[in-house]
T-cell receptor, first 114, second 113 residues
Framework: DGGITQSPKYLFRKEGQNVTLSCEQNLNHDAMYWYRQDPGQGLRLIYYSQIVNDFQKGDIAEGYSVSREKKESFPLTVTSAQKNPTAFYLC?????????????FGPGTRLTVL | GQQVMQIPQYQHVQEGEDFTTYCNSSTTLSNIQWYKQRPGGHPVFLIQLVKSGEVKKQKRLTFQFGEAKKNSSLHITATQTTDVGTYFCAGRSSGTSYGKLTFGQGTILTVHP
């Protein structure tokens, strides 16, 4: 099956700890994205990557970091600097930079910081 | 920056009633996409509109893109319980050179049998 996988589905961490969320895709897509979803606020873009070894900040990048060492992988680290990390995190990918590309989403990781 | 506003935030309907959600952008869009997220699930692409005044249909769903390419709507005729979920619009501004989407807040639809 082709698609995007995110693990784990649920994640609990203590306040002050960094945590890394994984995202893997086997769709051979060039572009990958991380979104945060909070109730009533839609999806907000954290980071995106157009090609390997390149990534750009989205609208709410503070307190987050990413890497793109492989085309199929785009892990997100939620650092202790993120003030409100508890949220639903969604990874997505698309074929490339063209404006008409739809985005395919993974199942998401629900992060709870205690 | 670009803002995409979506209304209403919630809509409760009886099965068989119609439903409409509206999307308005602060800037002119190059295209707009619609996604559906089932409860507990992830967004799934429904459709993309590109042309001014475009209308597309998918069975009971009708999507429209405004003449000025700043607004869009999704209309569902005779809702069914399977339509339950959150509907998001997502647009790209005309000046965006890459695949960055700005999502609306979503409309949560509940359908009572």
């Amino acid at each position: 099956d082709g698609g995007i996988t995110q693990s784990p589905k649920y994640l609990f961490r203590k306040e002050g700890q960094n945590v890394t969320l994984s995202c893997e895709q086997n769709l051979n897509h060039d572009a990958m994205y991380w979104y945060r979803q909070d109730p009533g606020q839609g999806l907000r873009l954290i980071y995106y990557s157009q090609i390997v070894n390149d990534f750009q900040k989205g609208d709410i990048a503070e307190g987050y970091s990413v890497s793109r060492e492989k085309k199929e992988s785009f892990p997100l680290t939620v650092t202790s600097a993120q003030k409100n990390p508890t949220a639903f995190y969604l990874c997505a990918s698309s074929q490339g930079l063209a404006r008409n590309n739809e985005q395919f989403f993974g199942p998401g990781t629900r992060l709870t910081v205690l | 920056g670009q803002q995409v506003m979506q209304i209403p935030q919630y809509q409760h309907v009886q099965e068989g009633e119609d439903f409409t959600t509206y999307c308005n952008s602060s800037t002119t869009l190059s295209n707009i996409q619609w996604y559906k997220q089932r409860p507990g699930g992830h967004p799934v692409f429904l459709i993309q509109l590109v042309k001014s005044g475009e209308v597309k249909k998918q069975k009971r769903l009708t999507f429209q893109f405004g003449e000025a390419k700043k607004n869009s709507s999704l209309h569902i005729t005779a809702t069914q319980t399977t339509d339950v979920g959150t509907y998001f619009c997502a647009g790209r501004s005309s000046g965006t050179s890459y695949g960055k989407l700005t999502f609306g807040q979503g409309t949560i639809l509940t359908v009572h049998p």
